[in-house]
């Protein structure tokens, strides 16, 4: 036994240092272009120099070009690299492996050349924000593969063909800012998921397919609004449609009466929640005098709500009761309702669902929760824990969550944030649950995402729910927190630190690239945020990845590139491989030292431009 204890060691660090090697090698040498291809690049190069990088002798190695095994371009990046004039024709067609070309924010005329029709495995088209011109051409019907197109912010004219039909895979079609004329065509495409047309001048009303579709993606028209009730008014719906799933065969409710629905669904359910709270409320009085096991903190008990804090105890339960509510939002363990008191303050009431702990456990964990008190976390104010009914009362952020910022989900619309409000933000959230870990070497958060980061008046952050995922078990909906929970999570009660490290780290992302993790865009390929990321080879991160309003910050690109980085390490497939959450918030505060010293109202220059601030010195 002894003697062979020696040789494993070895054998595994050879095994190790082989696996390394071999990871190395594809990124260290990539194989050489294909003759043709890079025929073809040197030409489209010729054609339009811009500002593309092509140094390296190898055409694989030039920027923007991802290549496979066998040397075919299958990918190529060049947004916003200053190309001017017409693509020029027989060049990228002859890229025939193509499945990814992005030409946006460059200053490309005349129309999209025939060739095109080559590139048979083409999947996306970004061709957005250039100066294109006449119609739409009808080689983009034959690239039957084509997923995502965006013409946008263009000057196409003409109509907009049927020909569309023809691409069954499409799942985005921009158009919008063109100069497009007459009506929407019936376009019948079963994967169709974003569209927009807005900002053109196109007349007439809009399919009935497309009424589900928000308004402001046909706004900037002629159009008349969708005709909603058109079923109903016509009797000739015979189902010509074809083989698109039938969908106009089942009356659509109108907008009206779904709305009228949904508004009488959430009166409804306010009534109910009332009746039950009333209902507990009395019981409790009669039966349950035994105010529980904790006495320790410095909470006082009331008799039925739970204080924390030195705060004045300005509510009890009945006011909580009698407060009117708004429904904030349904989260994993509950639904949180904004209930205004009578006198003036309002909190955030949190109604727990499927707690799975005894009500010792339940009140002991409270405790401990309740303890935590940092100026970048929501405070716990009080608990009120029965049979039937627990309830948590925090302070109330009328800002809402970073989510609701981020992707306008509160009706708003999105809010800009810049660069110092993000960097601001980052750290905030950093330091809250650096200061949760630090409470215990198991102690974790349990649920970062960016809905529960909530933000004060000036943007600070605050992390809210922290400590909840040990009380409950998560309703059934594992798809939407799974963008955030690490690999290694199978229970969403078992969390851990560097469990939560990996959810700051897609949070992180989340921040810089303004892309949910359940983003339609993620899902549909298959991916998850960091996968994505990294997909995109690093010298593109700037124009590919980035959220568009973080484009015009250029001065500070190497400090957004630095926050990716180390958002994709936190996100490392392996927990050890995880910085702790202590190095996150070194690492913020490193590189995001210079924006947060400059002493910027971070509100300030919301819609400032970067040109005009000075550049840092270096
Ligand atoms: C593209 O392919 C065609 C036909 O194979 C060839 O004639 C042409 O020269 C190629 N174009 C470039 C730029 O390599
Ligand atoms: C062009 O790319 C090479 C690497 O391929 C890099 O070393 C060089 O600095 C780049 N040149 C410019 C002007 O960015
Ligand atoms: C776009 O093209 C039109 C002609 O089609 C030209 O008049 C205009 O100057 C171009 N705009 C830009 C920004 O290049
Ligand atoms: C659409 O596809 C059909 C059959 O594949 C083809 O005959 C037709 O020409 C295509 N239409 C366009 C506009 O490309
Ligand atoms: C459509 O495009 C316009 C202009 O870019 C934009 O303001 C709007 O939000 C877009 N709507 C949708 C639903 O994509
Ligand atoms: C219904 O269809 C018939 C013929 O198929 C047509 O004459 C009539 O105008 C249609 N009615 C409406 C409301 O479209």
Not at 196 to 225: D, K, R
């Amino acid at each position: 036994m002894k003697s062979t204890t020696k040789q494993p060691p070895t054998l595994v660090v050879l095994l190790l240092a082989i696996t390394f090697a071999l990871s190395l090698l594809p990124t260290a040498t990539p194989a050489d272009a294909d003759p043709s291809d890079s025929r073809a690049l040197s030409a489209l190069k010729a054609a339009l120099p811009g500002r593309w990088n092509t140094s390296a002798s190898n055409a694989c190695q030039w920027q923007g070009v991802v290549c496979n095994a066998q040397g075919r371009v299958i990918e190529l990046h060049l947004p916003g690299v200053g190309l001017i004039g017409r693509i020029p024709n027989n060049v990228l067609g002859n890229l025939s492996s193509l499945n990814f070309l992005s030409l946006r924010y460059n200053a490309l005329s005349g129309n999209i050349p025939s060739d095109f029709s080559s590139l048979s495995q083409l999947r996306y088209l970004y061709l957005q924000n250039n100066n294109l011109s006449g119609d739409i051409p009808a080689v983009l019907f034959s690239m039957k593969n084509l997923f995502r197109l965006d013409l946008s912010g263009n000057r196409f004219s003409g109509g907009i063909p049927l020909g569309f039909n023809n691409l069954t895979n499409l799942a985005t079609l921009y158009l919008q800012s063109n100069q497009l004329t007459g009506s929407i065509p019936d376009l019948k495409i079963g994967n169709l998921k974003q569209f927009n047309v807005s900002h053109n001048l196109l007349t007439g009303s809009i399919p009935s397919q497309f009424c589900g579709m928000p308004s402001t993606a046909f706004e900037g028209n002629s159009l008349t609004a969708c005709a909603a009730t058109a079923p109903s008014a016509n009797p000739n719906d015979s189902g010509g449609g074809g083989g698109d799933g039938g969908e106009k065969k089942k009356k659509k409710l109108s907008a009206g009466a779904i709305a009228a629905i949904v508004i009488g669904c959430v009166i409804a359910l306010l009534v109910i929640l009332l009746l039950i709270f009333f209902c507990c409320c009395r019981k409790k009085k009669k039966t349950e005098q035994q105010p529980g096991t904790s006495a320790k903190s410095g909470g006082g008990v009331d008799k039925t709500l739970v204080f924390f804090g030195n705060g004045p105890r300005v509510f009890d339960l009945d006011d909580l009761l009698r407060a009117s509510a708004e429904v904030l939002g349904k989260g994993n363990y509950g639904t949180t309702y904004k209930a205004s008191l009578d006198n003036g303050v309002a909190v955030a009431v949190k109604r727990l669902k499927d707690v799975t702990v005894s009500e010792k456990e339940f009140r002991e964990k409270l405790e401990e929760i309740g303890r935590l008190e940092h100026e970048n976390l929501v405070g716990l104010r009080a608990y009120h824990c029965s049979a039937n009914e627990k309830l948590l009362v925090y302070d109330y952020f009328p800002m809402g969550s970073l989510s609701a910022l981020l992707h306008g989900n509160r009706g708003g619309g999105r809010t800009p944030l810049n660069w110092e409000t993000r960097s601001a933000i980052a750290l905030g959230a950093a330091r809250g649950i650096t200061y949760v870990h630090s409470q215990n070497p198991t102690a974790s958060h349990g649920n970062i995402k960016s809905s529960n980061i909530l933000l004060t008046n000036s943007y600070e952050a605050r992390v809210s729910d922290s400590g909840l995922a040990q009380l409950a078990s998560p309703s059934a909906t594992p798809n939407r927190v799974a963008g955030y929970r690490a690999p290694e999570i199978t229970d969403a009660r078992r969390v851990s630190q560097k469990a939560d490290v990996y959810s700051f780290g897609i949070f992180l992302l989340e921040l810089l690239t303004g892309k949910a993790p359940t983003h339609a865009l993620l899902n549909e390929e298959g991916v998850d945020l960091p996968r994505w990321v990294q997909s995109v080879v690093r010298e593109e991160w700037a124009a590919e990845v980035f959220d568009m309003e973080l484009l015009r910050y250029q001065n500070v690109e190497e400090e957004m590139v630095k926050l990716l980085q180390l958002a994709i390490d936190c996100c490392a497939q392996y927990p050890d491989s995880r910085p702790s959450m202590d190095d996150v918030t070194s690492r913020i505060e490193e590189i995001c030292q210079s924006t947060l010293t400059s002493g910027q109202d971070p509100l300030a220059d919301i819609i400032s431009d970067p040109e005009n601030t000075p550049s840092k010195p270096s």
